[in-house]
């Protein structure tokens, strides 16, 4: 039996907000295109939030009424575009949206709330304590599920703070509780500071499970400050039994309250990671032959026909989609597959001429 993994592409929300430059409209929805091409179903695709605190984001309206998303949403029944929603100011803006732009199926499905583990991070990411934050949903939830939207949660810090330092397991396990009985119907453990271990996310996930968040309602949000997160990832899945990993293509974000921390963990190193270990995502659906030592088929360097070549043009072209945003944001590729990647085609590109000059020149003899 195939073992399947829900990879959840948070690059345009989440990257994209803590990304320096701005990307217009146009190279937002090419991006989601370019997702969607790889095989991605599951593309976070902007936030309602404040355009004063996150300009990036200011633009989500037009990405979602875009055609070509409209021509997406139509070509693929399966695919979610969900958006963030911080308060009811932003469930109105979303909601007035719909219903100016009805169509079938809708702009979106699916919306994403967020609470802070910690006080000290729900005042600076929130503006609000985490009881009135948490408080403040039921209603915002129900008005969501009332118009047939499906209601998501993060928690965010839940290994770590920027203010607070070491989070204990208690508390983000209890504020995924309260987030799962007002309706949402999956929690993402966000460590949004990047300073998770394998060993940290099991004590967190038992706690969870101890305090009655089964591990089927949980997804994995790792950022990788340390290095860590691909172990982290592969614990969460082979060992934790969590099904659903949030990641970012190339890497892309931040923490703007967390000197340092880098992006989420990268779709790319995520899917070449998990398919090695014999798990099949929507990014690379049936990766079998790429355990153990069969790993240069996924790597694609030398097989063209095929299964085998249609594996690896998949796993070329999600590569090749972080190569391009990250051209488009003027920065270094954060995913060390995608360098890799890179670097081999590169190679392989440099030996292809040189062999052509070769046999021109001697042709020319
Ligand atoms: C937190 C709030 C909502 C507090 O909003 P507030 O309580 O109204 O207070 P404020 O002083 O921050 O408000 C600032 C201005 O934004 C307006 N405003 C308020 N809400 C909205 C809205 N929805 N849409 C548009 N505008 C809004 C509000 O009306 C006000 O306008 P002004 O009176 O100055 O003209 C606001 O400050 C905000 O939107 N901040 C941005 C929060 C954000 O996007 N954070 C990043 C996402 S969370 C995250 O990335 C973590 C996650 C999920 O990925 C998981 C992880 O890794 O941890």
Redesign the pocket.
Known sequence: MLHRVKIVE?GP??GL??EKALLSTELKVELIERLVGAGLRDVEAG????????PQ?ASTPDVLTSPTLSRLRSLHSSLSLPV????????S?LLSLLDAHPSDPPLTNEL?V?V?ATEG?SRA????SVSSSLDALPPLIEQAQARGLRVRA?????LGCPFEGRVEPEQPAAVAKRLLDMGAYEV?L???IGVGVPGAWERLVNECERQGVPVSKLAA?C?DTYGTAVSSVLHCVSTLGIRTI?SSIAAL?G?PYSPGATG?VATEDVVYALAHEGWATSALPDPDEARGERWDGLLGWDSTSGEQGVRETRFKELCRVGEWVSERLGRENGSRVGRAMKGRRERRERDERKRADREGAKAKL
């Open positions: 948070v929300r989440d907000q803590n936030s309602f939030v404040s355009p004063k605190w996150v984001m963030l929603v911080p308060n009811a100011r932003g469930l803006s994403a967020f802070s991070f990411n929130l503006n609000t993060y928690v965010s810090v839940v993402s966000g460590d949004t949000h950022h949030d974000g923490c989420n």
